[in-house]
C-alpha cells in the first residue's frame, strides 16, 4: 500500500503572531517555522501503519518555495521514503491546493492520502474535503483512529457529542485529529542524513491548471481587547447585573 502525506509549513505553534503594520497580512519574517501539527500526526499514523506493515512506501509532499524543504526533510527524518515539493509562489487557498494534490495523487495512484484535519495558519480545515470530493474518493475526517481490515479503512472521527465509526474502501482521503497518535521525536542523525536525501520537484502548474482563487483578503486586524469582568458577592447581585447591564431579563 501507497501512502501520500500533505504537510504544511506553517507558524511554531508556540509563537504568537501578529499582523503588520499596514493591514495586509500576519507578519512572519523572522518567526520560527515548522511542520503544521497536524500533518505531523498524519504521518505519525502512516509510518506505524508501516511499522505493522500493512503500507510500503510513504511519500510526504509539500506545496511552496524552497523554504518548504525543511518541513518536507523533517517528514524525512521522521522516516518517509520519499519528499516532493510542488513548487509555487503564489499562496494557494484550500481549493487550489486540493486541485494542485489531485494532479499529483492521479500521477502517483496512492491507496491513501493523508492530511492534518487543519493548518494553523488558517484554521479553515477545508482541504482534505475538497480533495476527497475532486476525486471522488471516500473521505474520513477529524480521524482519532485508523484500522484496516481486508482492505478496508475502519476510522474512528471525532465529532461533537462523541465518536462516529466508518467503513470505507480505499483508495481514500482521511484528515488526521491531535488525538490520532503522539507524533515521535526526531533524532538529531536521522535530521543530518535527510538534509543528504533528495527531494523531488515538480511545478504546480504541470498538476493543475486552474489555482486561483475569488477571496480576497482585505485586512488582518488584532481581535479587541476583552473587558475586564466585574466581580459579584452574591447570586442575586449577579442576576441584578445581568439585568441591568446586560438587558437579560430573569
Known amino acids: 500500500m501507497k501512502i501520500l502525506v500533505a504537510i504544511k509549513r506553517v507558524q511554531d505553534y508556540n509563537v504568537k503572531v501578529r499582523p503588520k503594520s499596514d493591514g495586509s497580512d500576519v507578519d512572519i519574517d523572522g518567526i520560527k517555522m515548522g511542520i503544521n501539527p497536524f500533518d505531523e500526526n498524519a504521518l505519525e499514523e502512516a509510518l506505524r501503519l508501516r511499522e ?49 494534490l489531485k494532479g499529483l495523487v492521479e500521477k502517483e495512484k496512492p491507496d491513501l ?37 481486508n482492505n478496508k479503512l475502519i476510522v474512528t472521527r471525532e465529532i461533537d457529542g462523541g465518536t462516529n465509526i466508518l467503513e470505507m474502501n480505499m483508495p481514500a482521503v482521511l484528515t488526521a485529529d491531535l488525538r490520532l497518535n503522539e507524533p515521535r521525536f526526531v533524532k538529531l542523525p536521522n535530521l543530518m ?41 452574591s447570586v442575586e447581585e449577579l442576576l441584578e447585573k445581568l439585568k441591568d447591564n446586560e438587558g437579560i431579563k430573569l
Open 52 to 100: 505493522q506493515e500493512l503500507a510500503t512506501e510513504i511519500t510526504v509532499v509539500s506545496i511552496g518555495d524552497s523554504k518548504n524543504e525543511d518541513v518536507l526533510r523533517h517528514g524525512l527524518a521522521m522516516g518517509a521514503n520519499r519528499a516532493i515539493l510542488i513548487e509555487s509562489e503564489e499562496y494557494l487557498q484550500p481549493l487550489g491546493v486540493a486541485k494542485v
Open 193 to 233: 542524513m535527510a538534509r543528504k536525501k533528495t527531494i523531488e520537484k515538480v511545478k504546480a502548474s504541470e498538476l493543475a491548471n486552474d489555482t486561483s482563487t475569488n477571496l480576497e483578503l482585505l485586512e488582518v486586524s488584532v481581535p479587541p481587547s476583552r473587558k475586564a469582568g466585574i466581580k459579584v458577592s
Open 113 to 149: 492520502i493523508l492530511l492534518g484535519k487543519l493548518a494553523l495558519d488558517s484554521d479553515a480545515g477545508q482541504t482534505g474535503q475538497m480533495l476527497a470530493g475532486l476525486l471522488n474518493y471516500p473521505q474520513g475526517t477529524f480521524v482519532s483512529k485508523i484500522e484496516i481490515d
